[in-house]
């Protein structure tokens, strides 16, 4: 196996793309899934086959296809790097990314744009794949661009809506911040060592031992910064929330199982750089830490059940954060790992269950579909213990992971910050289970709320739809349904994951054997990722406690939205200010509108497109134009059209030019 | 033996003659023959230089002469034309002041 040919690997999708993309509004819908799904299709069978044939593999393989940048010494080639960790991502990637594929088929059926749908998604994985096989920055770079590209694309889908086509704005600018760090991350690699690739720097930073924080914090602090844009970390979470304007799907293969999480693949490739820089990986758990809490408070408040799910996967990402920055990479590859799983299908019966509504978001207007479509809820419900952290899930494997590495790390702040992620996990349980008994429990409250509606002239009805079959639910022509095979197949699949991924990565402590990180410890086990001693007590203490409070936060839910519905009301009103602050994201929107847009729109508008653009540089070439013509003007005065004014004018210059060579003007004149 | 100077005196008092003819008439007649005027003090000075330059080089000089016929030749031409259009103009404008006839400015 030394030829792997891994850059068919994104090269299939973007095949599909093309094909789709050029031919794909004169073709069938068949066709046109057919080409997206074997782009899609293609990826997954040569990355499993790559896992087949793992023994014969001699990893790290770096596969080089040519030189693409090459000045002075400075040099970056189109290469691809397979190593472990490499894989578990493309693992996830096709993986997740073909189980998307299939559900879109179903789940887009009727929508216009199909075909360009499709060629989005597939150029999407392109992106994605480019990102994750990348050897050095700038190919990585290429891929994190791409994602952001695909992803503005496909959350501005519906671009005939206003709020899709400004959720899709907002998501392209706040990454442009991000990726600025990125790139002066980049620069300061050109400029320290001379190269971009990932072996090359990291190589010459283990032959230092001296090269200690200084310069690496500083790389490391930019490239937290595109992490944060990339992967919705506080300050530059606000657009991921926005993005669930774009279809469901979406939601589900790009903001929350694969694009976000590049941001903490990236954290984890470089972890050489971070762990010589303990300030810098302070931060990224502080980071991680505080968005994991916010996010979670916030989502706590929410009614629209996408948001519920945006909000739960910034905080999670917080969780991946907190686990990078306490070292424990695996930890937070495996959570990345596991959220895909739990967190595609979160939102891929998310999507059946709007699909099953004829668009309907509003989880107040939901209730009672257990019954109508058990196939949503049963996967669903793995979903939702898996996220809320009830053993023996996915979820709850690798969250206490991080919790546990947060709890033993060399942090000085370690135990608040495990303290946090504990409370944070019973938020999560309870907005979880919030989510779970509004829409699937009790008697269904949509008849209600359509009658309320259209009393209102249906003006609620179209503030609160996905533009998805808005007409086919203001006519309420179908009634409540069960999606179809091609989209509850995924979900069945992914609702498997959710329940027995965490297996591989059961820990020690509880008597499993860890086999993911032990897998992963080629990539991880040098420099201070080498997990700190534990105790297998402390472990099984730990876990205990997360379980309990996963419970517990499942318990009050059950309190307020099953047993007692008309509690949270009464609890909303005695605590008005903080649910307000909570209910209104904490005003961050506004406050970013205020501190940042505006006076950004103010200079753009006034200074950059009034002053310098108008004024100067418009004013500038208007009056090179008006000199010219006006000095034209004057000159033109002089063509009267009267023959003795033109005789007089040549007898003058004619006088004057004898009068010059009389005087012995000419020789200095021109000679000189 | 006249000295040249006395040739190019008057032909520069001819040319200026014609000079400020030019400049002054309206009548587009009258221009013309102020052309013709200027034409000739030139052609004056060719011949009175042409003589000058034989006596100084002792052998017969007939270039400026040869210049003089062709001036003539050109004058000749010109005076064809010109009439021609001066008929052509008084006929369309009834007019034969240069003044009035300044179709060509900008």
């Known amino acids: 196996m030394t030829d792997l040919h891994l850059w068919l690997i994104p090269l299939v999708p973007f095949a599909g793309f093309l094909v789709n993309g050029l031919l794909g509004r004169k073709a069938p819908k068949p066709v046109v899934s057919a080409v997206a799904l074997i782009g899609a299709l293609i990826p997954m069978l040569q990355v499993s086959a790559l896992v087949w044939n793992y023994h014969a593999l001699t990893l790290p393989h770096v596969e080089t296809l040519g030189a693409w940048i090459a000045a002075g010494a400075f040099h970056a080639d189109f290469s691809f790097l397979l190593d472990q960790l490499t894989l578990v991502m493309l693992c996830v990637v096709t993986g997740v990314g073909f189980l998307i594929h299939v559900y879109s088929v179903g789940y887009m059926a009727e929508e216009e744009g199909y075909w360009r749908f499709f060629a989005y998604m597939n150029l999407f994985l392109f992106f994605m794949l480019t990102l994750v096989l990348a050897e050095n920055f700038l190919l990585m770079f290429v891929g994190w661009e791409g994602v952001g590209l695909a992803s503005y694309l496909l959350i501005g889908f519906y671009y005939t809506k206003d709020s899709a086509a400004n959720a899709g704005k907002k998501a392209f600018i706040v990454n442009r911040i991000g990726d600025v760090g990125f790139l002066l991350a980049m620069f300061l690699l050109i400029a320290h060592f001379g190269t971009l690739s990932f072996g090359q720097v990291f190589a010459k930073i283990a032959a230092d031992p001296t090269l200690q924080g200084g310069v690496l914090t500083v790389i490391a602090l930019f490239l937290v910064l595109g992490a944060t844009g990339k992967s919705a970390q506080i300050p530059l979470y606000v657009w991921l929330p926005d993005a669930m304007e774009g279809p469901t799907p979406v939601s589900a293969l790009i903001h929350a199982a694969t694009m976000v999480t590049a941001g903490v693949y990236m954290i984890a490739r470089t972890h050489v750089i971070f762990d010589r820089s303990p300030l810098a990986l302070s931060v990224v758990a502080i980071i991680g830490c505080a968005t994991a809490f916010f996010a979670a408070t916030i989502g706590m408040a929410q009614t629209d059940i996408k948001r519920v799910l945006a909000y739960s996967t910034v905080s999670q990402l917080g969780y991946m954060f907190l686990g990078c920055g306490v070292a424990a990479y695996t930890a937070g590859i495996f959570h990345l790992v596991t959220h895909a799983f739990f967190k595609a299908l979160l939102f891929l019966a998310a999507g059946s269950v709007i699909h099953a509504l004829s668009g309907e978001q509003d989880m107040r207007v939901m209730g009672g579909l257990r019954k109508k479509i058990p196939v949503t809820f049963w996967t669903m419900t793995a979903a939702v213990f898996a996220i809320s952290g009830f053993p023996p899930l996915a979820g709850f494997v690798s969250k206490d992971e991080i919790l546990y590495q947060a709890f033993v790390s060399s942090n000085p702040a370690g135990k608040i910050l495990w303290a946090v992620g504990l409370f944070t996990a019973g938020l999560t349980s309870f907005y979880m289970f919030r989510l779970w008994y509004l829409t699937f429990f009790r008697e269904s409250r949509l008849e209600q709320a359509h009658v309320h509606d259209r009393e209102d002239h249906g003006a609620a009805v179209h503030a609160r739809k996905d533009s998805k079959i808005t007409v086919e639910a203001e006519h309420h022509a179908h009634p409540v349904h069960e999606s179809p095979g091609v989209m509850l197949i995924p979900l069945m699949i992914l609702a498997l994951l959710s329940v027995i991924g965490g297996w591989m990565g059961w820990p020690e402590g509880l008597g499993g054997s860890n086999w993911f990180a032990h897998w992963l410890n080629p990539i991880f086990a040098t420099g201070a990722s080498a997990s700190p001693a534990g105790s297998k007590s402390l472990e099984l203490a730990l876990a205990s406690i997360s379980t309990l409070i996963a419970v517990l936060g499942w318990f009050i839910a059950h309190l307020m939205y099953f047993a007692k519905p008309e509690l949270p009301a009464r609890l909303a009103h005695q605590v008005r200010a903080i649910y307000a602050l909570v209910k209104n994201k904490y005003w961050v929107d506004e406050i970013y509108g205020a501190l940042i847009v505006t006076p950004v729109l103010f200079i753009a508008r006034y200074v950059l497109a009034a002053l310098i653009d108008r004024g100067v540089i418009d004013g500038g070439s208007l009056a090179v134009g008006y000199s010219a013509q006006g000095f034209g003007a004057l000159v033109a005065r002089i063509q009267s059209g009267n023959i003795r004014s033109y005789a007089g004018w040549l007898a003058l210059f004619a006088a004057l030019l004898l009068a010059a060579s009389y005087f012995g003007w000419t020789a200095h004149f021109w000679v000189r | ?106």
Do not use: C
Not at chain 2, 25 to 34: G, L, Q
Not at chain 2, 43 to 55: D, K
Not at chain 2, 63 to 68: A, D, E
């Open chain 2, 1 to 106: 033996m006249v000295p040249i100077a006395y040739y190019l005196v008057l032909s520069a008092i001819l040319f200026s003659i014609g000079v400020a003819a030019f400049l002054i008439k309206r009548n587009i007649i009258t221009v013309f023959m102020s052309i013709e005027l200027m034409l000739n003090a030139v052609n004056l000075t060719f011949v009175a230089f042409t003589r000058h330059w034989s006596q100084v080089t002792g052998h017969l000089q007939v270039n400026g002469q040869i210049f003089v016929f062709f001036v003539m030749v050109v004058a000749a031409a010109e005076a064809a034309v010109g009439l021609a259009i001066i008929i052509a103009v008084f006929r369309a404008r009834n007019t034969l002041s240069v003044d009035q006839i300044d179709l060509m400015k900008r």
